[in-house]
């Protein structure tokens, strides 16, 4: 499931349990709980793939770099990257 639809799911069960607990007046329920563990395990999917696409990011940016450094010269990343390197002879 991709994270538009995690979310959309998420916002549904939301509602639910909302309407659930208006109508049954209790958070202890049986339907209730069943419902708030699927949106438990929802949240879990949802964190897991936002870290994936996080990790990847990262990993795609230091690839950028990499390419970066093998046609630059160390001066010109350092100023790109805001980074001070000292060069010893």
Aim: charged share 30%; net charge positive.
């Amino acid at each position: 499931m991709e994270t538009s639809q995690l979310i959309g799911r998420l916002q549904q069960l939301q509602r639910r349990l909302y309407e659930m607990a208006n109508d049954l007046g209790t958070l202890t329920d049986p339907e209730i709980v069943a419902v708030s563990e699927e949106a438990d395990r929802l949240i879990i999917q949802l964190q897991r793939l936002r870290k994936k696409e996080s990790d990847y990011r990262k990993m795609e940016n230091m690839v950028a770099v990499s390419l970066l450094s093998a046609s630059q010269p160390a001066e010109e990343i350092g100023k790109q990257r805001r980074t001070f390197f000292v060069k010893h002879s």
